[in-house]
C-alpha cells in the first residue's frame, strides 16, 4: 500500500460532490430549492439531453449580491445559517452551503444574478471550482444558474446513471414533488426547449389536483388533522384513482420532500379495507411540525427523515386520514369513458340531500338473518334504509338481478349492490363490535356435532380455544384427534358447523388476509356466513340487507377491499339510451 496523503482539494470536493449531486434530478432538485429559499415567486426549469447536455433554472428570487458570489461556490458557505443553534429550527430548504460547489465541481456553472435594489446583473463562470467574474450584464431581478456539461470530469458517475428517458422522468418527477408543496409559485418545466409542464400560481388544492388526479378537484378527499408538535394536511386520491404502485405517493415534512415508510404506512393503514389487494393510495400529505421533534440531517440529499414519538404519529395520522374518507360517500358512480365531467358523489347537493332525510330517521337496530328464500324477487318494497351513516344515500330495493346482486334506487341514481360482498361487510363489522363487547354470540347446536381432524388441526383448535370461544365457537376435544362442536358463531340462518370449523381452522393455520390472527378469524367467519353469489333473496331479506349495510360503519367496500355497491347516475343511464 502507498502511504497515507490528504487528498487534492479538487479530488476531495468531487468526491463529496457526488453525496450530494449524484444525477441530474438531484442537481435541479438543489437548485429549485435555492431559488424557493430565495422568495422566488415563479421558477422555470430548463433541460436539454436529460440534464446532461444543458440544466437551467431561473428565478425571480432575491438574488446574490456581486461581492458575495465567489463565496455561494466556496463549500460551507451559506446566508442560512449562522451558529450550531439555528440547526434545530431550520426553516429554509438548503443550510449545508454544499449544492453550488458540489455542482461546480463536476460541471461548468455560469451563474447570473440581480439582487432586487441593483440596476444591472452580474455574471460568473465557475469552471472546476474557480470563479472567473464576467462583469455587468443586462437581466431581469433574480437569479439563473445554468449547469453544462454535468459529470464531464467524472466518467464513473456518468456510468451509473440510468437511461436519458429515466433520468428526465427523475427530473420532471422533482420538478412535480416541488411545485407539489409550493403551490404558491408558479412552475414551468421544458425538456429540449418545449414545455413539458406549467403550474400557475393557485391554491394548494387545485395544485395537487393537477398533480396528482389530472386536475379533477372532486376526485381529492382533504384530510386536517392535529399531530403531536404539529399538524397534517393531506389530500387524498378517492379510492377508485387508486393504483397499483406506490407512484402516487407524494410526502412532505415541512415543505420538503421526504421518504418516510412510517408515514406512508400510516396512510395506507387508513384505508385499511377500502382498497383491494395490490392496490395502492395516491396522496400527497403535507406535515407541519415543530423542527426539533424531526431529524431531517439524517441523508446525505436530506430526503429520509426520522421522527419522536413515532408510535403516536403514525395513530394520528392513520387515524386522520381514515375519519377523512369514511366522512365522504366514497360509492363509485360509474361512467362511460368520455361522458362528460364527473358529477362527483361528494358534490355538496348531493350530500344536503342524503343527510337531510336520514336525520329524519330513528336509530336502526341490526336485523337478525337474512333467510334465504326460493322466491321471486318483488320490486317495490318499502323504503328500507334508515342508517347510521349519514353519507349513505336512502335506498328503495328494486329486486335481485341474476341471484346475485342487488338492484335498488336512490336520489336520483340507480345502485347495484353484490350481495355477498354487502352481507360480508355487515357480518365482519357486526362480528369486530360483538368482540369490543365480550364475545361473538354462540348458536347452540340441538344435537353437538363430532368433528374429525388431523393432528395439525386439533393442535390449532386446542392452542386456540379462547379466541374460538370468543367467535361464538364452543368446542371440546374429545379424544386425540375429534373435536365436539357444541355452537357456532350466531350471526346468520346459513349455519354448516363442520364447513365453518373447518374455515376457522384454516385461519388460524395463516390462510386468508388480516394482519393478525383474531382478523383473520373474524373475516374467515363473517365470508363463510354471508349470503353468496346465486343465493335467491326474499323481498324483507333484501330490505334488511340494505338497512344493514347503511348502518355500517364503512359501508362501501367489503373487507378485500372491493366495492359493496356501485351507482350509475341518471345522466349515464340517459346517455345509454340516447336522450338529449
Ligand atoms: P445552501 O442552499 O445550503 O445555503 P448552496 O450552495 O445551495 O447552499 O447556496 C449557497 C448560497 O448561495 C446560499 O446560501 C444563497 O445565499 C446563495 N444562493 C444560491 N442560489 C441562489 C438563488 N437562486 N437566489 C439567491 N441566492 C442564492
Ligand atoms: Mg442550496
Redesign the pocket.
Known amino acids: 500500500m502507498s502511504p497515507i496523503r490528504v487528498l487534492d482539494r479538487s479530488v476531495a470536493d468531487r468526491i463529496a460532490a457526488g453525496e450530494v449531486v449524484d444525477r441530474p434530478a438531484s442537481a435541479v432538485k438543489?437548485?429549485i430549492?435555492?431559488?424557493l429559499?430565495?422568495g422566488a415567486q415563479s421558477v422555470t426549469v430548463e433541460v436539454e439531453g436529460a440534464g446532461l447536455g444543458l440544466i437551467r433554472v431561473t428565478?425571480d428570487?432575491?438574488?446574490?449580491p456581486a461581492e458575495?458570489i465567489p463565496l455561494?461556490f466556496e463549500r460551507f458557505?451559506?446566508?442560512?445559517i449562522e451558529r450550531l443553534e439555528d440547526l434545530d429550527v431550520i426553516t429554509?430548504?438548503?443550510?449545508?452551503?454544499?449544492?453550488?460547489?458540489s455542482i461546480a465541481a463536476v460541471a461548468q456553472v455560469t451563474l447570473t444574478?440581480r439582487p432586487r435594489d441593483v440596476e444591472t446583473a452580474t455574471r460568473a463562470v465557475v469552471t472546476a471550482g474557480v470563479v472567473e467574474r464576467l462583469g455587468a450584464h443586462g437581466a431581469p431581478v433574480g437569479?439563473t444558474?445554468e449547469v453544462v456539461r454535468l459529470f464531464f470530469n467524472t466518467p464513473a458517475r456518468r456510468k451509473f446513471l440510468k437511461s436519458p428517458a429515466r433520468e428526465q422522468a427523475l427530473v420532471a418527477e422533482a420538478v412535480q414533488r416541488a411545485a407539489m408543496a409550493n403551490p404558491a409559485v408558479a412552475f414551468r418545466l421544458r425538456f429540449d426547449g418545449r414545455e413539458s409542464g406549467w403550474w400557475p400560481r393557485g391554491d394548494p388544492a387545485s395544485r395537487v389536483a393537477d398533480l396528482l388526479v389530472a386536475g379533477a378537484r372532486s376526485d381529492l378527499i382533504g384530510v386536517a388533522g392535529a399531530m403531536p408538535a404539529g399538524s397534517v394536511t393531506a389530500w387524498l386520491a378517492r379510492p377508485e384513482r387508486s393504483r397499483p404502485n406506490r407512484t402516487g405517493q407524494h410526502l412532505f415534512v415541512n415543505r420538503r420532500p421526504v421518504q418516510s415508510a412510517l408515514l406512508r404506512r400510516a396512510v395506507e393503514q387508513g384505508h385499511a379495507q377500502l382498497l383491494p389487494v395490490g392496490r395502492f393510495p395516491a396522496f400527497a400529505l403535507f406535515l407541519e411540525i415543530d423542527p426539533t421533534s424531526v431529524d431531517v440531517n439524517v441523508h446525505p440529499r436530506k430526503l429520509e427523515v426520522r421522527f419522536r414519538d413515532e408510535h403516536r404519529l403514525f395513530g394520528a395520522v392513520a387515524a386522520a386520514v381514515r375519519e377523512a374518507l369514511l366522512a365522504s360517500p366514497l360509492i363509485r358512480v360509474l361512467m362511460s369513458p368520455g361522458a362528460p365531467g364527473p358529477q362527483a358523489p361528494g358534490a355538496p347537493g348531493h350530500l344536503l340531500a342524503t343527510t337531510a332525510s336520514q336525520a329524519l330517521l330513528s336509530t336502526h337496530e341490526p336485523r337478525g338473518t337474512y333467510a334465504a328464500r326460493e322466491e321471486a324477487p318483488v320490486a317495490n318494497a318499502a323504503v328500507a334504509t334508515v342508517g347510521a351513516n349519514l353519507l349513505f344515500p336512502s335506498l328503495r330495493p328494486l329486486g335481485q338481478l341474476l341471484s346475485t346482486y342487488i338492484l335498488a334506487e336512490g336520489p336520483d341514481r340507480l345502485y347495484l349492490i353484490d350481495q355477498h360482498a354487502a352481507h360480508e361487510r355487515v357480518l365482519y363489522e357486526r362480528i369486530v363490535a360483538a368482540r369490543r363487547r365480550g364475545g361473538v354470540p354462540g348458536q347452540t347446536l340441538a344435537l353437538p356435532l363430532t368433528v374429525d381432524l388431523d393432528p395439525a388441526q386439533m393442535a390449532l383448535v386446542i392452542g386456540h380455544l379462547d379466541l374460538l370461544a370468543s367467535l361464538g365457537y364452543a368446542l371440546e376435544p374429545f379424544g386425540a384427534r375429534t373435536v365436539l362442536v357444541r355452537a357456532v358463531p350466531a350471526l346468520s340462518a346459513r349455519i354448516e358447523p363442520e364447513a365453518m370449523l373447518l374455515r376457522a381452522i384454516g385461519a388460524l393455520a395463516g390462510e386468508g388476509e388480516g394482519p393478525d390472527v383474531l382478523e383473520r378469524l373474524s373475516i374467515a367467519t363473517a365470508c363463510h356466513t354471508a349470503i353468496r353469489a346465486g343465493d335467491r333473496l326474499s323481498p324483507e331479506a333484501i330490505g334488511a340487507l340494505l338497512a344493514d349495510l347503511a348502518a355500517a360503519e364503512n359501508p362501501y367496500t367489503c373487507f378485500h377491499g372491493r366495492p359493496t355497491l356501485v351507482a350509475v347516475s341518471r345522466d349515464e343511464l340517459d346517455r345509454w339510451f340516447l336522450r338529449g
Open positions: 438543489e437548485l430549492e435555492n431559488s429559499d430565495a428565478d428570487g432575491c438574488g446574490i458575495e455561494a458557505a451559506t446566508s442560512k429554509s430548504f438548503g443550510f449545508r452551503g454544499e449544492a453550488l460547489p444574478t437569479t444558474v
